[in-house]
């Protein structure tokens, strides 16, 4: 999308308020479950190797919106799969997401001490405890996926299983983040940074829609307006968490503010300025909900969670 | 098993024979196809991420004797699976084994510079892109075996997976890891080594022998002597390799010798002495040989494998 389209674009109010209201009860929902989850599945360890277990569970047990989990669940619902049915696969992805976290927070990478408002896993443990923490929680979430308790069929237990690691690799997340620390950071155009932003935050979560669909069986029709609606949603995720690191607070955002300007890295609200990036980021919200017309009622919370990824203050 | 039950063995003299000659052409033949499926898996990337790609074929394509492929061979011709229907499951494992010791190497960690004689991944990229390169490898991993070239059967797939996951895990390597750190590690006992060792390098030979099972259907009788045949092997390899540490050059080793002197860790060595440490060694081959009884011939390499382990120098 080119910078010349970003015209104002206002949401419907009714849709609005709705998000307001429910989806911010929801999300709670689905990540106490979430959470809840992730505790039976890395339950304390004794013995010397206890200590990385307990990493873990810091890495990934801290709070944290659980948005990517919830996607899957909503996704999922589209198609009349329980949330109970979704939840392990949910939380095999917030592991993976947690492990980029654990692993970006490294001295070695972002060097930063403080996420979702709790000293990192690096500050409580040591640098090697979390690079290790980081290793078995992505290694973990192949363990939860592989299970028969996931789902009882093997083709969509696979299915998931390489999804997940598509986005997370070299080809994803793991791309992003070494493009993230390239020496010409800060030179990107908006080509650039949205391919960048594509692998880093994208891929995860454009494939925790994707599990949902899987889960579902969606058909391809289903799958190719589910796929859209995450790369629309992905990318004004990103744009908004560029806005705030310009605009939040470090107590807000449970994290340092300002942390892209210190790095000079070229963001998207360097690239368009604020105004232009609200509007982007309103822009495809509008366009990753048009994107849910042929679901009916059942994609609400999908709706509603746009609103609630571009309102959101953390 | 006790010091005290620490008699001489002699291996007989055929099948050392055997060994000298046929073995080191087979490992080096399989080492070869490895390698070069390696290649083809992990291509060159154009772009900002491609540096991380590079620095994952750095981490794996740097020589080795690719036991853990060749196990998984060999254990799969043991059940008449062809090398080319295992050498994708074998490739997979080696990424595991590859990305462990690319983090096991960083500075945080064991602080190595060399390995296989060449230059660690972190010396020749940096600290950041080691830990990525290696996270990397160990989602590569899961890619490859989630994809039906390595096997038709997506119930193969899935064993596979659940298989390697375990084994690299808070369960298995990351955990023995963690425990190898352990501020208690100077006053190991012979227990505490044998745990340590199980975990950290031999749940994923456990695993490579498992591997080739699981792709030849082997029955229960089959699956539980390759369990204990790996156990033995296993162990005899981490003892051999406190050997090599105490005895070795870095010349000859390709990496530093004395490091767990100068770690003042607890080794088999330093708890049985060397003619001790070569007798459990020795023991413990025969009772890996041992375990192959019910097999034929076809078992001749997991046999020869045996004394290669035990009598190799680096």
Redesign the interface.
């Known amino acids: 999308m080119s910078a010349a389209k970003h015209q104002r674009v206002e949401l419907p109010a009714d849709s609005r308020e709705k998000s307001d209201a429910a989806i911010v009860e929801r999300l709670q929902k689905c990540a106490d479950r979430t959470s809840a989850l992730l505790k039976e599945l890395l339950p304390p360890?004794a013995?010397?190797?206890g200590?990385?277990?307990e990493a873990?569970r810091h890495g990934c047990l801290n709070g944290g919106k659980r948005l990517r989990p919830f996607l899957a669940v909503a996704t999922g619902e589209l198609f009349g799969v329980p949330q109970s049915e979704t939840l392990r696969t949910a939380a095999a992805i917030e592991m993976v997401h947690s492990?980029s976290l654990v692993?970006d927070d490294?001295p070695?990478?972002d060097d930063a001490d403080l996420r979702r408002g709790e000293p990192t896993v690096h500050v409580v443990y040591?640098?090697?405890?979390a690079?290790?923490a980081?290793?078995?929680l992505?290694?973990?979430a192949?363990?939860v996926?592989?299970?028969p308790e996931t789902h009882p069929d093997?083709?969509v237990?696979?299915a998931l299983?390489?999804g997940?690691?598509?986005a997370?690799?070299?080809?994803g997340m793991?791309?992003?983040?070494?493009?993230d620390?390239?020496p010409?950071r800060e030179e990107f155009d908006l080509d650039g940074i949205t391919r960048l932003q594509a692998?880093k935050t994208g891929a995860l979560i454009k494939f925790s829609c994707q599990a949902g669909a899987i889960l579902g069986r969606a058909n391809r029709e289903q799958y190719s307006r589910i796929d859209a609606y995450a790369d629309d949603l992905g990318l004004a995720f990103q744009v908004v968490d560029d806005l705030l690191d310009v605009e939040g607070t470090t107590e807000a955002l449970g994290k340092p503010a300002q942390q892209d300007a210190q790095a000079q890295k070229a963001t998207f609200v360097g690239q368009l300025g604020v105004a232009g990036a609200r509007q982007k980021a309103a822009h495809l919200a509008e366009s990753a909900i048009a994107q849910l017309d042929v679901f009916g009622g059942e994609a609400d919370p999908l709706r509603q969670v746009v609103h609630f990824v571009i309102e959101r203050r953390s």
């Open positions: 360890v013995g010397p190797e200590r990385v277990v873990m492990y692993h490294l070695a990478m040591d640098d090697a405890t690079i290790l980081g290793d078995g992505l290694t973990e192949f363990t996926l592989a299970s093997s083709d237990r696979v299983i390489a997940l690691a598509q997370s690799g070299a080809q793991v791309g992003g983040q070494m493009i620390m390239s010409d692998l």
